[in-house]
């Protein structure tokens, strides 16, 4: 039987509970010339509900999304016909030192403990990382591809 597509409409607990474990997106931020720019990044959900990404601030993300904080976010499953969500907020982009922490929290946030803390700190500085955080604003329903209603029978 062909796969029916499905919109389901949450509220934002349910909604971080689906991004957390989701760690693929793809950031969409704008340029100065109003034309959108697309980077595939690792995410993840921080404690306060905010979705984080690890950047340079050289990259153009960081660039853009400094100058132009409105950003979308595309949550994709591990799986290519898992469900997804799009996501709408406000970026601030944070660099180190004042990263340094916050970056931690993101390392958490997608790959668990790190064997040591010490060091990782001292990437990030030696590195010069910065980090996106988005406050979630607005998102449409938690979505799967499919044939419309109706014309998969």
Same mark, same amino acid.
């Given at each position: 039987?062909?796969?029916?597509? #499905? #919109?389901? $409409?949450?509220? !934002?607990?349910?909604?971080?509970?689906? /991004?957390? +474990?989701?760690? !693929? $997106?793809?950031?969409?931020?704008?340029?100065?010339?109003?034309?959108?720019?697309?980077?595939?990044?690792?995410?993840?959900?921080?404690?306060?509900?905010?979705?984080?990404?690890?950047?340079?601030? &050289?990259?153009?993300?960081?660039?853009?999304? !400094?100058?132009?904080? &409105?950003?979308?976010?595309?949550?994709?499953?591990?799986?290519?016909?898992?469900? =997804? /969500?799009?996501?709408?907020? #406000?970026?601030?982009?944070?660099?180190?030192?004042?990263?340094?922490? +916050?970056?931690?929290?993101?390392?958490?946030?997608?790959? *668990?403990? $790190? @064997?040591? =803390?010490?060091?990782? !700190?001292?990437?990030? /500085?030696? &590195? @010069?990382?910065?980090?996106?955080?988005?406050?979630?604003?607005?998102?449409?329903?938690?979505?799967? *591809? *499919?044939? +419309? +209603? *109706?014309?998969? @029978?």
């Amino acid at each position: 039987m062909p796969r029916t597509a #499905t #919109t389901d $409409h949450v509220d !934002r607990d349910a909604l971080l509970a689906f /991004v957390r +474990p989701r760690h !693929r $997106h793809v950031l969409v931020t704008t340029r100065a010339d109003g034309r959108r720019q697309m980077s595939p990044v690792t995410a993840g959900v921080d404690a306060e509900g905010r979705v984080v990404v690890a950047t340079y601030p &050289q990259r153009a993300k960081t660039r853009n999304a !400094r100058a132009r904080p &409105q950003v979308s976010l595309l949550v994709l499953s591990d799986d290519w016909d898992g469900p =997804w /969500v799009q996501l709408e907020g #406000t970026a601030e982009v944070l660099d180190v030192p004042e990263a340094v922490e +916050p970056l931690v929290d993101y390392f958490r946030a997608v790959a *668990g403990e $790190h @064997g040591d =803390w010490d060091d990782y !700190r001292a990437a990030m /500085v030696r &590195q @010069g990382k910065s980090l996106l955080r988005v406050t979630v604003e607005a998102w449409g329903p938690v979505a799967t *591809g *499919g044939f +419309p +209603p *109706g014309l998969a @029978g």
